[in-house]
Structures are given as structure tokens and as C-alpha cells.
């Protein structure tokens, strides 16, 4: 370790450039599923195997749902970042493959290897920043983060569909490749963390347990209401599994040497209630940005092509957010007031969601997107923040591997209940609206793309927009209604001071230790 007049010379430097390497690795993990679905019908036109579609997203999504522990715990034990740079990799190796697929069963099998590196992606990005800078001074790069998040849903669908026209489909995985090799150059040669070597072996019976739970939990989720009746025996006997992995492995944490996910952790109250917020912030996001495009093309006419250009209001409204909150943070070392307020404006902004119709302009619905993007700016890295913080750092990989798998858990059950809550809902409206022609048009899919929209005689057309509107009112009125249990439990979190910030007391039941020094950057 340098001097400490040395390591204040140098640390900002290679800090700066670790962060654009990381930077650029969240950008691959957050891009890579809006780029492909862009990409899909093409896919399926030239590979074929329609009717395995859906597993082209579900292989990725499961891989990557119960990796994500995984990574976070080799990360602590074995040092951050070898780990980091083997997620990497592997995802590369995924990329390039799924990008070679001569038919669908090599597709999915090759997204599900992608899948397997896109699980340690965020989590090393987190834990690194975790272990690079004291949670005082985090709250300056929370804008980048979000910026990045912003840049990656906006641009994504964009990115995709350019590619896809002028380079290929091949060129939706391949694209992967130059930028992650510009990563792990970057962090091969700047980033230096403390090697460490555990005496004790992997917890295997309880990767097994977590990832069948896991599993299950994302499948029911996925099938539930679409593949599967979710009253069918296949949704039962996956529920049935699911929760008996899950007890399983929480029995077996107590007993295990090292445990994949020390239960220690959730000793501390912050700990809890910012994976409680986090599992409900991911519940609403993923639904708000799954049904705003769609009213807002089915209702208000607008472009598919632009897709991503319609959510910049709450995007916009996050970004800005986030970054006063992290400067507010990093000033003060004060941040209940965000994920209080922020669960406030959720709710509100859920609820104006809810109350749009068939007359509401854009304008209008796009006010109400920035209160809903106002109050995920407050929360989306502030969460992530008070969980690292409220661990010691040799629990810093899995704290963050576990908000983000709350966060991930939550996304898959957001958009499983609220898109079945919106197509049970649009399938009745236009059955009452349509009679028979309006079951008929909606029997495969309450979602209708562009092509099939405009083909319908108008009397369908407008039935199909009240039903829209009706089935978006009630996804996002399960949204506020949810986001009020975010709301309950930001009230009780405990403003422990951060570390980096002064001297403090040793730990005072949230798991704070006393100050903790900068990790080696040189």
C-alpha cells in the first residue's frame, strides 16, 4: 500500500479510469436484452423455431437471475477483481457464439452462457465501486450510473434497429465484443485490489438450492398466464419446487462454512428494508417501461420506431434526480429523506399513470412519467448505497449481488402480474366493447404490434384503445398500490452515518463498521 500522500495523488486518476471501464461493462449488461429484442423478428425469420421464441429471453433472463449470487460470493472470497474479469469474459464468449447460431437450439443455449456472464456484470461493477470508494463519497458517480441506465433504455431499441437494418442481426451480439475488450483491457491495467485466497471450499449444496429456487420462481413468473393456466399442475409443481429449494437453502445457509449468502447480513434492519425497497423499485420499473410504449403507440398513435424516445421524461426526470441526490449525499452524509420521498413521488406518479385515458395528450402522460421518474431517481442507487454501506466489506460482493437479485426478482414478478392483470383486462373490455370480433382479435396476444393495429376496421381499433387504456389503468393502480409497501418501509429505515465520512462509532446494530480506508488503486 503507498504512502498515504501518494495514494491521495494517484487515487483519483485511476479511479476515473476504472470508472469508465465499469461504465462501459454496465452499459453491456444493461444494452444487450433491448438490443436483441429489437432484433427478434428478424432472428426468427432467418433461424426459424417461432414457437421457442420466448426462450431466447427466458434462458438469458434465468442465467443470469441465479449466477448473479454466485458471482458476488467468488468475488469476496477469491478477490474481486479476477472474478470480475472471468464474468466478462464469459459473457464475451456468449456473445460471439450466440452471434454464430446456425438454429434456435444453438441461440438459446449460447444466451443462456451470455447469460451466465451477465450475472457477475453489474454485481462486479457495484461491489468494485463498493470497495474503491467510501460510501460518503459514492453518491458523486450515482449520476453517472443512472446516466448510463437512462442512455441504455433510450438508446437501446434505437441501437438495435440500426444494426439490424444495416449490419445484420449477427452484429446485435457481436457489437458486445469491441467494447468489452476496451473493459477488461482497462481494468487489467489500472485496477489493483487485494488479492485473497479462501481456505474454505464453495458452498455447492447451496448454489444448487438457490439456483433451483431461483429458477422455478423466474419460471412460474415467465409462464405463468401465457405458456401455462397459473392455476395449471406445471405452475403448482414449479411453486411447490420453488419454495422448497428456497427453505431448503435458508436451513442449509445456517449450517454451510461459507455460506453463498450469509444470513448475518440480513441481521441488519437497513440491509432488509433496502432489498424490500429494491424488489418492489424493480417490480415498478420494469412494468411502467414495458406498458408506456405500448398506450402510448396504441393510444396516442405514436411511433414504434422511436420506442425508446418516449420514456425521456421519467428517464430525464431519474437522471437529474440522481445525480442531486448523490451530490445532496456526498455533502451532507444524510439520506433517509430520498428513499421516503422518492417512495412518495412513485406513488403518486404510479397513480397519475393509472387515471390516463384515451383523451390524455402527451404532454400530459409525459408530466406524469417525470413525477414516476423523480421518484426512482431518489431511490435506484441510494438503495444499492445504504446496503453496501450497511456491511462490513468482506460481505461487500454478496450484499450487492443480493440487492441486485431482489431488484432482478422483483422486475420478473412486476412484469409477469401486471402484464397479466393488463391482458385480463383488455381481453374483457374488448369482448364487451367488439363481441366476438373483439375476442378474436385479442385471443393470441393482448398486445398488438403496429402492422396488426392498423389493420383492423375502425370500430376495433377504437375498442382496442379504450381496452388498452383500461388494461394500462389497472397495471399501474397495482403499481401505486405496491409501491406503497416501498413507501412503509423507507420509513423505517435508520440513518447510519456513512463510511468515508469522519470518525464514527464501530458498529451500532446496522452493521457499520468504523471508517474504511480506500482501497489500493496503485
Same mark, same amino acid.
Given at each position: 500500500?503507498?504512502?498515504?500522500?501518494?495514494?491521495?495523488?494517484?487515487?483519483?486518476k485511476s479511479v476515473r479510469v476504472v470508472l469508465l471501464a465499469l461504465m462501459i461493462t454496465m452499459?453491456?449488461?444493461?444494452?444487450?436484452?433491448?438490443?436483441?429484442?429489437?432484433?427478434?423478428?428478424?432472428?426468427?425469420?432467418?433461424?426459424?423455431?417461432?414457437?421457442?421464441?420466448?426462450?431466447?429471453?427466458?434462458? +438469458?433472463?434465468?442465467?443470469?437471475?441465479?449466477?448473479t449470487p454466485l458471482w458476488g460470493k467468488l468475488g469476496d472470497m477469491y478477490g474481486r477483481k479476477g472474478v470480475f474479469m472471468s464474468s466478462i469474459v464469459l459473457f464475451l464468449i456468449g456473445s460471439a457464439l450466440s452471434g454464430m447460431a446456425q438454429d434456435m437450439g444453438q441461440l438459446?443455449?449460447?444466451?443462456?452462457?451470455?447469460?451466465?456472464?451477465?450475472?457477475?456484470?453489474?454485481?462486479?461493477?457495484?461491489?468494485? /465501486?463498493?470497495?474503491?470508494?467510501?460510501?460518503?463519497?459514492?453518491?458523486? +458517480?450515482?449520476?453517472?450510473?443512472?446516466?448510463?441506465?437512462?442512455?441504455?433504455?433510450?438508446?437501446?431499441?434505437?441501437?438495435?434497429?440500426t444494426i439490424t437494418d444495416?449490419?445484420?442481426?449477427?452484429?446485435?451480439?457481436?457489437?458486445?465484443?469491441?467494447?468489452? /475488450?476496451?473493459?477488461?483491457?482497462?481494468?487489467?491495467?489500472?485496477?489493483?485490489?487485494?488479492?485473497?485466497?479462501?481456505?474454505?471450499?464453495?458452498? +455447492?449444496?447451496?448454489?444448487?438450492?438457490?439456483?433451483?429456487?431461483?429458477?422455478?420462481?423466474?419460471?412460474?413468473?415467465?409462464?405463468?398466464?401465457?405458456?401455462?393456466?397459473?392455476?395449471?399442475?406445471m /405452475?403448482?409443481?414449479? !411453486?411447490? !419446487?420453488?419454495?422448497?429449494?428456497? !427453505?431448503?437453502?435458508?436451513?442449509?445457509?445456517?449450517?454451510?462454512?461459507?455460506?453463498?449468502?450469509?444470513?448475518?447480513?440480513?441481521?441488519?434492519r437497513n440491509f432488509?428494508?433496502?432489498?424490500?425497497?429494491?424488489?418492489?423499485?424493480?417490480?415498478?420499473?420494469?412494468?411502467?417501461?414495458?406498458?408506456?410504449?405500448?398506450y402510448q403507440q396504441s393510444v396516442q398513435g405514436a411511433s414504434a420506431t422511436?420506442?425508446?424516445?418516449?420514456?425521456?421524461?421519467?428517464?430525464?426526470?431519474?437522471?437529474?434526480?440522481?445525480?442531486?441526490?448523490?451530490?445532496?449525499?456526498?455533502?451532507?452524509?444524510?439520506?433517509?429523506?430520498?428513499p421516503v420521498v422518492g417512495s412518495v413521488l412513485m406513488v403518486g406518479g404510479l397513480y397519475l399513470l393509472s387515471v390516463m385515458d384515451t383523451d390524455t395528450s402527451r404532454f400530459t402522460s409525459g408530466v406524469y412519467m417525470a413525477v414516476v421518474g423523480l421518484g426512482m431517481g431518489c431511490l435506484m442507487q441510494i438503495t444499492m448505497l445504504v446496503a453496501q454501506n450497511s456491511v462490513e466489506m468482506k460481505d461487500m460482493g454478496v450484499a450487492s449481488s443480493s440487492t441486485t437479485l431482489f431488484r432482478t426478482l422483483g422486475s420478473s414478478f412486476g412484469v409477469a402480474i401486471m402484464g397479466a392483470l393488463f391482458n385480463n383486462r383488455v381481453q374483457d373490455v374488448m369482448a364487451k366493447r367488439a363481441g366476438a370480433l373483439g375476442s378474436k382479435v385479442t385471443e393470441q396476444s393482448a398486445?398488438?404490434?403496429?402492422?396488426?393495429?392498423?389493420?383492423?376496421?375502425?370500430?376495433?381499433?377504437?375498442?382496442?384503445?379504450?381496452?388498452?387504456?383500461?388494461g394500462t389503468h389497472s397495471a399501474f393502480l397495482l403499481g401505486a398500490v405496491v409501491a406503497v409497501v416501498a413507501l412503509v418501509a423507507s420509513v423505517f429505515v435508520k440513518e447510519v452515518p456513512l463510511k468515508g465520512a469522519g470518525p464514527q462509532a464501530d458498529a451500532d446494530g446496522d452493521g457499520t463498521a468504523a471508517k474504511v480506508p480506500l482501497a489500493e488503486t496503485v
Open positions: 500500500m503507498a504512502g498515504a500522500g501518494t495514494e491521495t495523488a494517484k487515487q483519483p452499459m453491456l449488461a444493461m444494452l444487450d436484452n433491448m438490443i436483441v429484442g429489437t432484433a427478434m423478428p428478424t432472428i426468427v425469420g432467418e433461424l426459424g423455431g417461432l414457437e421457442h421464441l420466448a426462450w431466447v429471453v427466458t434462458a +438469458y433472463t434465468l442465467a443470469t437471475a441465479a449466477s438459446i443455449g449460447f444466451r443462456a452462457v451470455q447469460g451466465l456472464g451477465a450475472g457477475g456484470l453489474m454485481v462486479g461493477v457495484m461491489a468494485i /465501486i463498493g470497495d474503491l470508494i467510501p460510501p460518503r463519497e459514492r453518491g458523486k +458517480y450515482q449520476g453517472m450510473m443512472a446516466g448510463v441506465m437512462a442512455l441504455a433504455m433510450i438508446g437501446g431499441p434505437l441501437v438495435g434497429g444495416n449490419w445484420g442481426w449477427r452484429w446485435s451480439f457481436y457489437i458486445n465484443l469491441p467494447l468489452g /475488450i476496451v473493459a477488461l483491457l482497462a481494468i487489467s491495467a489500472v485496477l489493483h485490489l487485494p488479492k485473497k485466497r479462501a481456505q474454505a471450499r464453495i458452498d +455447492y449444496l447451496g448454489a444448487g438450492l438457490l439456483t433451483v429456487g431461483i429458477t422455478a420462481i423466474v419460471l412460474v413468473t415467465t409462464w405463468g398466464g401465457t405458456e401455462y393456466a397459473w392455476t395449471s399442475a /405452475i403448482m409443481e414449479l !411453486i411447490g !419446487i420453488g419454495v422448497a429449494a428456497l !427453505i431448503g437453502f435458508v436451513f442449509w445457509q445456517t449450517k454451510a462454512a461459507e455460506p453463498v449468502v450469509p444470513l448475518h447480513i440480513f441481521r441488519s432488509t428494508l433496502m432489498s424490500v425497497i429494491g424488489f418492489f423499485v424493480g417490480f415498478v420499473m420494469f412494468g411502467a417501461t414495458l406498458f408506456l410504449p405500448l422511436n420506442s425508446g424516445l418516449l420514456l425521456l421524461p421519467m428517464l430525464g426526470a431519474m437522471l437529474v434526480t440522481s445525480m442531486i441526490a448523490g451530490r445532496v449525499t456526498t455533502n451532507t452524509g444524510r439520506y433517509k429523506v430520498f398486445q398488438l404490434d403496429a402492422a396488426s393495429l392498423a389493420k383492423l376496421p375502425d370500430a376495433a381499433r377504437e375498442a382496442y384503445q379504450h381496452a388498452v387504456s383500461a
